[in-house]
């Protein structure tokens, strides 16, 4: 933690909610594009993150606070860092507020208002119980989200009130001198008034030449149509099981139950098939109940031996937004930890290097990220359809290239070792997780190997592998939203066009696996914490996924958390974080169980799950008839859930023709196996996967500072590397 944060006091501004003065201070200070404060401060290695805005208020005061974090040099060098914030403020003392950029925040307000997703329920109550104590009631809806006065002197009497005479400076830091302590926290801290000179230089400080208001957002909207729907919908199963539980009329129902399977150019069509007569009003009703329930019907845009593309229309959101997804697939990735950890920081830099564009982007309700896998480097593009194509176009022109300096990669490298060494501070329960990965994913590198080669790596050998990186590539996609299938491909030519990589064969793509611990066998781990708590954790592996056993898991899985919760939380109160349920690795369905407690050992923890295992499984092999039927509803209910963005739609779609094999209905056919279930089903999961000569279970147990460790039954696990060494693969993997 090193951040610096200047506090300016000021008048109350809650009556000038339709001007919003401080948001608009707030818009040009935080600014992070080309010619802004924290471009400056990035520049000269002080800063790599700043933001501003209101700060605290009632209706007798109120602040505008400016955060920025510090780099190690921005730290010893603070006092220059607030200097240039005077200098940012001294160019808008002769600027005002332009009215172009009052229009840009006004219509940008205006836009998100309208397409945003909206909240319901529960958390729209508790939003406007608290608006109301701000806003009007009759403007509540309203008034806190749109600006509609463009009052420049009232901007100008805030923005005047930011001078070092009226500022607190804090500064948090693990290594600052402090000379007192704070009697009820016992928070050590210092304070001190600065000098009369120094105040007066802050004052009257020059203009800085790389200071700039920002320049008109080339991302903006101009179109916000929703275009015609030309692809196609159909119904499934599960469309039908959703349908019923919407009481259409039996005559009506029926005759939807004889279109399963058919595509349909839209619902005008669709209805007219099913015989539907009604008015119009109905008409849309029922419109509205096919899209939530009828699924769409994803076509493969391209598929040649350098790109596999899904499209798919939305038809459900109705929304002039959009979301494109890429992997694109590189052999160099994850061959080696150095490579791995280079991929990490060519993420970062090309990320830090679009950092000036993301901000306009971002302002304009746009969005695009890069991350990385195992697989391959992950691009995803969202936002307004109107400015998709250049949000791709401007992105994809980066990638080939590394802009950083020395001082920023060496902040990057920085972070990035933060992050490694932060693991020993996690939570035991995330920290047997990522145990859990070490062991049983195929490949997998650690985080150790990572701090180990990220030490020995250089600018000039980042830049080196960005040359390299896309040399051979394979681009799998999915593209979902508000565009035609023309406008689609001009996306995928355009990342393309930028990539010009040569063909990486199918062989050479990596593939994935679970180590398949023996039946009959456990394994333990045991690991020593650096924080007081314990944890253990227990996987019992069953068996590849299908239909049947999913169905048959979900079900037990919804038996099992609340049993399981209230025994061991709420009746032995063993710990505070107590969790069960169904996992899936790759395609290994396994059951989790877990416990974390400050009060017992990792020992007791596992003890006293293995005690509730046997008990459990033997009441579910004769669980009544009634309540096999409850279950299997709230399992079904559960399936016929939807995503409730068409950013999280196009995510799960990505999801199914690149993990699950393009079964797109998959649901129908796990719907249906629930449906089918009986006890007998119950009883065979049992016989074939928990009892204790066939049961594939590794247990995780982080042990807390003051804890014991305790004996082991089975297998101790003496490294990971020796556990491996004993599943070699690929003959121990699966899939």
Request: include cysteine.
């Amino acid at each position: 933690l090193r951040e610096l944060i200047l506090i300016f006091p000021l008048p109350s501004t809650t009556r000038y909610y339709r001007s919003r003065p401080l948001n608009m201070l707030g818009f040009l200070v935080g600014h992070e594009g080309r010619g802004s404060l924290l471009s400056l401060l990035k520049q000269e290695g002080l800063a790599t993150g700043l933001s501003a805005g209101g700060g605290d208020f009632t209706s007798a005061y109120s602040s505008f606070e400016i955060k920025i974090q510090l780099t190690p040099k921005g730290l010893k060098r603070r006092k220059k860092v607030i200097q240039r914030v005077f200098q940012y403020i001294r160019l808008l003392r002769g600027k005002s507020l332009p009215r172009s950029v009052y229009e840009e925040v006004r219509r940008m307000a205006e836009i998100d208002y309208r397409f945003d997703e909206k909240i319901e329920g529960t958390r729209l109550v508790n939003m406007f119980s608290l608006l109301m104590q701000i806003y009007p009631l009759r403007g509540v809806e309203n008034d806190p989200f749109l600006i509609t006065e463009y009052r420049p002197r009232l901007f100008d009497s805030m923005l005047f009130r930011l001078i070092p005479g009226n500022m607190l400076a804090l500064v948090a830091a693990r290594d600052v001198k402090t000379d007192q302590t704070e009697p009820i926290y016992g928070t050590e801290y210092s304070f001190n008034n600065r000098s009369t000179e120094l105040l007066r230089k802050w004052k009257n400080l020059k203009l800085h030449p790389k200071l700039a208001l920002p320049k008109p957002n080339p991302f903006l909207p101009e179109s916000l149509e929703v275009v015609e729907f030309r692809g196609k919908v159909r119904l499934t199963y599960q469309s039908l099981v959703g349908l019923r539980r919407e009481a259409l009329g039996e005559d009506l129902t029926k005759n939807l139950e004889k279109l399963v399977g058919r595509n349909f150019s839209g619902w005008q069509e669709l209805l007219s098939a099913a015989g539907f007569r009604g008015e119009a009003a109905e008409r849309e009703a029922l419109e509205e109940l096919l899209a939530k329930h009828a699924l769409g019907n994803p076509v493969i845009l391209r598929d040649d031996s350098h790109t596999r593309i899904w499209y798919q229309q939305d038809f459900r959101f109705r929304k002039p937004k959009t979301r494109i997804i890429f992997r694109v697939r590189s052999p160099l990735v994850y061959d080696s930890p150095r490579n791995a950890v280079l991929s990490q920081l060519y993420s970062d830099a090309v990320s830090e290097d679009l950092n000036e564009i993301g901000y306009p982007v971002k302002l304009a309700g746009m969005e695009y990220s890069i991350g990385v896998d195992k697989k391959g480097i992950n691009l995803s593009f969202s936002g307004y359809s109107d400015r998709i194509l250049e949000l791709v176009r401007t992105v994809s022109g980066q990638l080939k290239r590394i802009g950083i300096n020395r001082e920023t990669f060496e902040t990057l490298v920085e972070k990035r070792l933060r992050r490694y060494a932060n693991f020993s501070f996690q939570q035991p329960y995330q920290q047997a997780f990522y145990y859990r990965s070490l062991l049983l994913e195929h490949p997998k590198y650690s985080l150790w190997d990572y701090e180990r080669e990220i030490r020995n790596i250089t600018l000039k050998d980042l830049k080196k592998f960005a040359s390299r990186l896309y040399g051979k590539t394979f681009i799998e996609g999915f593209i979902y939203g508000n565009l035609w299938s023309d406008t689609a491909e001009e996306a995928v030519d355009l990342l393309s066009m930028e990539l010009k990589g040569g063909e990486l064969p199918n062989a050479e793509r990596l593939r994935e696996g679970v180590i398949q611990i023996n039946p009959g066998t456990k394994h333990t781990l045991v690991k020593k914490m650096e924080i007081e708590n314990s944890a253990a954790v227990i996987e019992v592996q069953l068996d590849q996924t299908t239909p049947r056993l999913r169905g048959t898991l979900m079900v037990l899985d919804t038996a099992l958390q609340p049993q399981f919760y209230n025994e061991l939380r709420t009746s032995q109160q063993l710990g505070y974080i107590v969790n069960s349920g169904m996992t899936e690795l790759e395609k290994t369905l396994s059951l989790i169980f877990l416990v974390q407690s400050g009060k017992y050992d990792a020992a007791t923890l596992e003890q006293k799950i293995d005690a509730f295992l046997p008990g459990f499984f033997s009441t579910l092999s004769e669980i009544p008839e009634e309540e096999l039927e409850t279950l299997k509803e709230s399992v079904v209910n559960g399936k016929l859930q939807k995503a409730t963005s068409l950013s999280a739609e196009a995510g799960r779609l990505f999801n199914i023709a690149f993990e699950y094999d393009a079964r797109f209905d998959y649901n129908s056919e796990e719907i249906s196996a629930v449906e089918k279930l009986t006890r007998e089903d119950l009883r065979r999961l049992v016989r074939n996967y928990l009892l204790p000569e066939r049961m594939r279970i590794l247990v995780l147990r982080m042990v807390g500072q003051e804890h014991r460790s305790g004996p082991v039954q089975g297998n101790r696990i003496e490294s990971v590397q020796a556990f491996r060494k004993g599943y070699p693969c690929p003959h121990s993997c699966l899939p």
